[in-house]
Structures are given as structure tokens and as C-alpha cells.
């Protein structure tokens, strides 16, 4: 068994160095792959004894780009790694995280996957960061996806062809649909796996993130919605109700009548029932107001395959 990581990133500064000083001593490589930094990112990975790879600026940035650059890198020279690691350049690596994985790994043969608890750094910091930390607390035991930090078997990933790297957000989910179709299991494991620092303070920081979720709802959904998989379809078909249909209907309603403006009390009424059914207050608000952005995600979408236009990242930070 051996263990390689791969840290991706652009402009990530501090956090990057704290990323690439969580890996030293625990993988046997480490690739930190980075995408036009402006900050001295590509020097401090170099003098933290990372192998760097710096992303052709000609093609656009996603990180599933990124990602399969660095393990490109790990299949060149010497026996290629059993399992890799992957990790985003605002993470910080849990001790004992890559013992556990690897372990779980090998003794299952049948698993692609491994993933663990990603914490925020600071969810203290704001509300935004609390909602996120919530967002990364998913079920432990076998799962559809996993996220961007992911312990990943080598042959498994070689399999399937890596990460599409066209999608601008949402490529692990797609690429653990196409795992599971190959005979793979993704697992989550209750264990430590990193702390992530995203850093969001910021109303407009939120709504960035949710119209890239939008788009990488729709894009799934394109990719992955016919049946059995019926990738993204399920939040899709959220998105489009309560973010776009409800909205249009209550503004074409309140042209015939100022009654229309009833509609309205179809939001609040949902957090409602969310709060019910045990959601915190704030965590039942974000999940109504979120189909907004979200909305506008999909329609980022639907406008760039009608006018073939290229896609470009929708980020937050």
C-alpha cells in the first residue's frame, strides 16, 4: 500500500501552506497543482518540497482539471501510487486521517472512495461558515458522492477515466456516477478527515456558491438524468420550483392581481415546515431563500449550451 496526495489551488496564500504542511511526512508524494497564482503560491509549495504543476493559463480553470493534472504527474516515473489523495489548497489534513482511509481501502476491495468529516476552520466566523459546516456533516456508511477532499484507489480512478474536466463545479459527484456504474462503492467513514477555511463573510460570497451549486445541479442532471441514475434531477426539480416558477408566477400574477402576492407566503411557510421537521432556524431559511441563486445557476447554464458559449468558473472567493 502507499499513499500520494494531490493539492490543487489558486491564490490560496496562508492556507495553502498550512495544506501542504498537514501532507509532509504523511503520503510519500505530494503534486500541488495550481492555477495561475498571483500570490507566490507555486514559491511556497516548491519550499514546503511539493512537486508543482502550473496549469496552461490557453485553457480554462476548473478543478477537476487541475485535479487530473496532478495525477497525470503521480503516473509519471516509478511505480504509481495504490491510493491517492486528494485535497483542496484551504484544507488542512487531519492526523490519522491517511492510517484510517488507506486501512479501509485495502480492506475493501470493492470501494473507490474514502471520505471523512470536513469541518470548517472558523465556523464562528459567520453565519455563511456555519451553514457550510452543517452542508459537510452527511451520513456515515456507504454514500453516493463525495467531495473534493476524497481518498481515491488508484485503479479505480484510472478506470473510469478521472474528472471531467469541463465541469466547472459538481465533477465529483459526476465522477462517483460513473464509479458506482463501473461496480465501485463510495464510502464515507466516521472519522476526521480535514478542516476547511472558506473564509465567507460575505451575503454576495453565499450567493456566488449557490448559483455554482445551480449550474452543477443542471449540468448533472444533463449528463446523468435518465434513468436509473437520475443524477441531479431531485434538486433540480426543487431549483426550478421554488426559485424560478414560483418567483415568475407571483410577478406575472401581480400584473392581473394584487391577490397574486399571496405566493409569497409559500417561502415562509416552508421554513416552517423545514423548521419542523428539526432544521435550525437559520439552516431552514438558507434552504428556501438558497433555489434563488440557485436559479440563476441553472439559467448560467442553459444560456451557455444554447450560445455554445465556454464556461468559466463561478467562484466566491
Not at 126 to 139: A, C, F, G, M, V
Not at 242 to 261: D, R, Y
Request: net charge neutral; glycine share 10%; aromatic share 8%.
Amino acid at each position: 500500500m502507499s499513499v500520494a496526495a494531490v493539492a490543487i489551488g489558486r491564490n490560496e496564500g496562508a492556507r495553502l501552506i498550512a495544506c501542504l504542511e498537514s501532507l509532509a511526512g504523511q503520503v510519500e508524494r505530494i503534486i500541488y497543482v495550481d492555477s495561475g497564482s498571483t500570490d507566490g503560491s507555486v514559491a511556497a509549495a516548491w519550499a514546503r518540497g511539493a512537486e508543482v504543476v502550473e496549469l496552461d493559463t490557453d485553457t480554462p480553470f476548473t478543478a477537476a482539471r487541475a485535479r487530473n493534472a496532478g495525477f497525470a504527474r503521480l503516473m509519471e516515473g516509478g511505480p504509481p501510487p495504490t491510493h491517492v489523495q486528494f485535497l483542496d489548497g484551504d484544507c488542512v489534513l487531519q492526523p490519522g486521517w491517511i492510517e484510517t482511509a488507506a486501512a479501509f481501502l485495502d480492506a475493501t476491495p470493492k470501494a473507490a472512495v474514502a471520505c471523512g468529516r470536513r469541518r470548517e476552520r472558523h465556523p464562528e466566523a459567520s453565519i455563511y461558515n456555519r451553514l457550510i459546516d452543517t452542508e459537510w456533516n452527511t451520513p456515515v456508511g456507504e454514500a453516493r458522492a463525495c467531495g473534493g477532499d476524497a481518498m481515491i484507489r488508484t485503479a479505480a480512478f484510472q478506470a473510469v477515466g478521472g474528472f471531467d474536466p469541463a465541469l466547472i463545479a459538481g465533477e465529483e459527484p459526476e465522477l462517483c456516477v460513473r464509479l458506482r456504474a463501473a461496480g465501485w462503492r463510495i464510502w464515507r467513514l466516521d472519522a476526521e478527515m480535514t478542516l476547511h477555511d472558506a473564509a465567507m463573510t460575505r451575503f454576495g460570497q453565499w450567493w456566488q456558491r449557490a448559483r455554482r451549486a445551480g449550474h452543477a445541479y443542471a449540468e448533472g442532471a444533463a449528463l446523468h438524468g435518465g434513468p436509473p441514475e437520475r443524477h441531479g434531477v431531485r434538486e433540480l426539480t426543487r431549483i426550478v420550483a421554488w426559485g424560478m416558477v414560483l418567483p415568475v408566477l407571483t410577478l406575472l400574477g401581480l400584473i392581473v392581481s394584487p391577490w397574486a402576492g399571496l405566493l409569497l407566503l409559500a417561502w415562509p411557510a416552508q421554513v416552517l415546515r423545514l423548521r419542523l421537521r428539526g432544521e435550525p432556524w437559520a439552516q431552514a431559511l438558507a434552504l428556501t431563500l438558497i433555489t434563488l441563486p440557485q436559479g440563476l445557476g441553472v439559467l448560467t447554464y442553459l444560456y451557455r449550451r444554447l450560445t455554445r458559449a465556454r464556461a468559466r468558473l463561478i467562484e466566491y472567493k
